[in-house]
């Protein structure tokens, strides 16, 4: 039996999206499976963790530094490392990319190693492609392109589907209005709209309010409104009584889920509960939308959306792109259906309401969870860029072409496109050169006698290589997901020597400048017909 | 905690030492480099 150790320091939201990520996998009796959280975070999980691992440990590390002597806190975790240890894993991977976890990773006596790791001069290594495509495209670029579920399956090599055996459900809805931070929240009073139009139309319904401790004082603004007194029998508060195995039981034949992006919406689409999702802020819908094809998704469609984390934005001008009747029709046509199959979001909502927002069906395809848009619209630019970029991402990390599809577009984003072409193109000329160099570098390195001046000039070349990537970047930011990506996996390309080095980085130059070329090529096929048109209509002109 | 903070300062200034003169890192230094991150962590 196989031992792995999966390490997820992370929050309650991403412990719940590894767990998913690991269905199947108990069933199997090749593996025995150990997850590493921190205390804090996966002792409120412990009852769900024990479905999907043998073992859970946890980090305490208010334990750790109980009494603020460093000796102590040493000898503290040398203890949790040597219990660590002595269960000696054969696979350790790391699914939370930070520092922390990248020692956690290294100290682990495993065979071997997936996600980041340091090496013994405190660098960082990443040597698998699905970490190193995370490391260099979901924390830094606004165009992640698979759920995070997915990628952790990938990482993990899980191959096994979601079980969404329809069951007998209740008439309860759960509803989390709350999230962890206020640009992912949406307000207040809107929430109180969409509770009173579902409890006035659906009178054998009951809402129950979940979250932790500290939403109560807001869950009791919600349920003091005016508007909702005469439902106080149906609309209880929750928050701060339940505990996550409770909230997660409730959700298992809950009729409908209605909530911000949070770990409550992880639970939701862990139980295929039919679900409608709001993000919001820094929330990227394909990445954190719950892992299930019985959910909606609604997101504002506003240029700064997605925005980071760190920016600071008073306004929350996305949030009132979404208005209380979109969500209220919605989530009563979800409940009505008991599903999300088969609602038509443009039949039942005007197209007024429907201006400002994106409305996305979660379904599973061969290369997992996507969204599929439920307005009839010309894809915009930056929706088109992500699923450009996620045909090529499977085509190169999985062979698997059949997600290379043509979308429909505006003439605007045909313009857009066409700029991209060109950072493509710049970018391909850069990775030719690139395979150029370290060809030379190869074939003096192997050559009787290697002039070590014409090495060094190549590796000059090389650097200059980067430079130009770099301004690149800056001129066509939209080509960063591939730079970035390439870089992250030419920095970790394996080899003892200057030899293997070389060759192994010249192949990657290679593939580099394949994606780039095959990239080039999709958006090729997008733009010709606008290109048609425009020289017909200069010629109409002409003939005039 | 002022007094751990320094030994932790200490500490990570004997690390940097090392790792400027490519003098490669004891499994007792990455432990140590875990810890301070741990603390980092937390306190954010």
Redesign the interface.
Known sequence: MKKIALIQ?NRLGDIVQTLTALEGLMDNNEYELTLITRASFGQPLEKIISQYVHKHIM?D??D??AD???EN??HK??QT?SALNSQNFDLSINLTF???SS??N??INSRFKLGLQ?N???ELVINDSWSQYVYSNIMASTYSTYNLVDIFKNIIGNKANIDSTPKELTNNIVIHPFASMKKKQWQISKWVEVIYSLLKSNPSSKIHLVGGSPDLESAKLITSSPILKQFSERLIIQAGQLNVTEVDELLYNARLFVGNDSMVSHLAGRNNTPSLILSLGPVRPIETTPYSDNVINVSPNIGCFPCTVEEKCDLLPCHNKINHQLVSTLANEIYKNKSTVDINVERVIPDLHLMGVNVFKNEFNSDGLSLKSLISRKDDYKFVLQNLYRGIWSFYFKGDDSNLNTPSISEETAGFIGNFMDGLNNLFEIYNFAVKYTNRICVEAESQEPNLQTINESVTRLREIDSLLQATKRTFPEVSPLADFFYVAKSNVAGENIQEVSKNSQVLYYEAANLTAALFDLCNQIVTPFIKDQTKDEQHAKDA | MSELSTEIQQNLADIQKKLANNTVLTDEDLSFLLLTSLLESEAQ
């Open positions: 320091l980090l590390i208010r750790i530094f603020s002597k460093l806190a040493t975790l040398s490392l930070d520092k922390t020692y956690l290294t100290l340091r013994r001069l405190n």
